[in-house]
């Protein structure tokens, strides 16, 4: 059963203001660790694993987004060195996807070196 997960991309984000300002910088999308396993340093090893495999392909640099609300998390990446480095990456907000009320939350970008 897996217990976490993490997505890379190397294609380009969805929000113009990354593509502008972190050209040809992967992404990590969907990270998470199932509730009951967090605190096991699973979440840690996951990202690891991931920047050394984007290492290893020739990137210096990585960048994920995160909600604003989700202090945890950003308390977790800020700790394993990614920081908010780009003014313009602060409270961005995704382009609706079709919901007629669909508010999405504000998010920023943290970039970290390889």
């Known amino acids: 059963m897996p217990v976490g997960a993490v997505w890379v991309s190397w294609t380009k984000a969805d929000e113009r203001e990354v593509n502008e300002h ?6 990590l999308y969907h990270f998470e660790v199932q509730k009951e396993m967090r605190g096991l340093r699973i979440g840690t090893r996951l990202l690891r694993y991931a920047e050394a495999t984007l290492r290893a392909a ?16 950003r308390r977790l990446y800020e700790s394993l060195g990614y920081a908010a480095s780009v003014p313009e990456l602060r409270g961005l907000r995704s382009e609706p996807t079709g919901g007629e009320h669909e508010f999405l939350d504000p998010f920023d970008i943290l970039i970290h070196e390889l």
């Open 58 to 73: 020739g990137f210096d640099r990585v960048a994920l987004g995160v909600d604003e609300w989700n202090i945890d998390a």
């Open 22 to 27: 972190l050209p040809n910088v992967p992404l």
